[in-house]
């Protein structure tokens, strides 16, 4: 499936360079790749969301125009990975954890500030994309990239293309229901995989069950002392992440899961959390291979360049 254009192509332009936008939650990264792929220029600057879309959006015209500096005068692509999708019926931005995004006319308002054509994707399948075609996946004919940050999203990849599906939210498999009467989602659906296993839903979980606010970093290191209120917390966590990869696999049956964001940086997602899968998955054995990414935070960005038209 092809990205989603801002607009028509009016000129058939053989690129030599690929610029790539990440737009996270709070950073915006952007790329400069050469014709060989490889890394020139690389930059990051915080997103301040709390100023709203117009701030963010002006913000991405700034780095777009920096990186377009660093092409030595070369063509170039442009893609950007942005959170949530664009609505195939309404064209606005939606279902992005970036709230003030949704609703929004984002391709437009964008082109406008460019004065370029560009593709956007979402940035768990720009994630997907690069582990797919460079990273941890490389090789594999179907790949689903999971992406456990501040949010949860997932991305599909089949024979070097990303598979977006009819109405662009393939993979989106963070928003699917663990239990209906579990915490909300900030979509408005109750016992999202997102409120499970993200970053953010699980120091929510650990407030709500605890009464103690506490980053992910710190129950972490209080589970690997063996604390008796963080180890309870993540089991449970260890049992929800078998849960959500088992439904994954029953669907999809994928070639490989690359694992990203800051929550899959806790080792024992590769232990404890695939011997949680292999429990409840349904099959005689666990096949699947579920592995880290190889790119690091670098994989978002070099996706969105990977997509740029």
């Given amino acids: 499936m092809r990205p989603v254009l801002s607009s028509p192509s009016t000129t058939a332009i053989k690129p030599s360079y690929r610029l790539g936008i990440d737009l996270g939650g709070t950073k ?23 100023k709203g879309c117009q701030a963010i959006l002006e913000r991405i015209a700034a780095l777009a125009a920096e ?88 991305g599909i990849v089949i024979d070097g293309h990303v598979h977006t599906g009819l109405q662009r939210i393939g993979g989106e498999w963070g928003h699917s229901c ?6 909300l989602c900030y979509c ?17 979980r650990f407030l709500a069950e605890t009464g103690e606010k506490a980053g992910l970093r710190d129950i972490v290191a209080r589970y690997r002392k063996s604390d008796l209120q963080a180890t309870a917390f993540m089991e449970s966590f260890f049992r929800s992440f078998g849960r959500a990869m088992a439904n994954l696999i029953n669907i999809l049956d994928p070639d490989v899961i690359v ?31 579920i592995v880290r990414h ?16």
Avoid: H, W
């Avoid at 990264?29 to 709390?50: C, F, H, K, M, S």
């Avoid at 190889?294 to 038209?309: E, M, R, Y």
């Fill in 67 to 154: 990186l377009s500096g660093k092409a030595r005068g070369f063509p170039t692509t442009l893609g950007i990975g942005t959170p949530g999708s664009v609505s195939k019926r309404t064209g606005l931005l939606r279902n992005s954890n970036t709230v003030c995004l949704n609703g929004r006319p984002f391709c437009r308002d964008l082109e406008a500030l460019l004065g370029r054509r560009f593709a956007v994707e979402n940035d768990a399948n720009c994630f997907a994309m690069a582990e797919a075609m460079f990273g941890a996946g490389r090789g594999k004919r179907l790949v689903f990239g999971v992406i456990m940050g501040t949010g949860c999203g997932g």
């Fill in 28 to 50: 915006i990264e952007g790329i400069v790749l050469d014709p060989q792929g490889d890394e020139i220029y690389r930059r990051r600057i915080a997103t301040e969301q709390e």
């Fill in 259 to 289: 694992l990203g964001g800051g929550v899959s940086n806790i080792e024992e997602l590769t232990t404890r959390g695939v011997e949680e899968t292999a429990k409840v998955v349904f099959s005689d054995s666990l096949e699947t291979p």
């Fill in 178 to 183: 663990m239990d209906p009467n579990g915490p």
């Fill in 188 to 204: 408005g659906q109750r016992g999202c995989v997102e409120t499970f296993i993200s970053g953010g839903g699980l120091e929510r």
């Fill in 294 to 309: 190889a790119l690091g935070d670098s994989a978002g960005v070099i996706g969105a360049a990977l997509i740029g038209v």
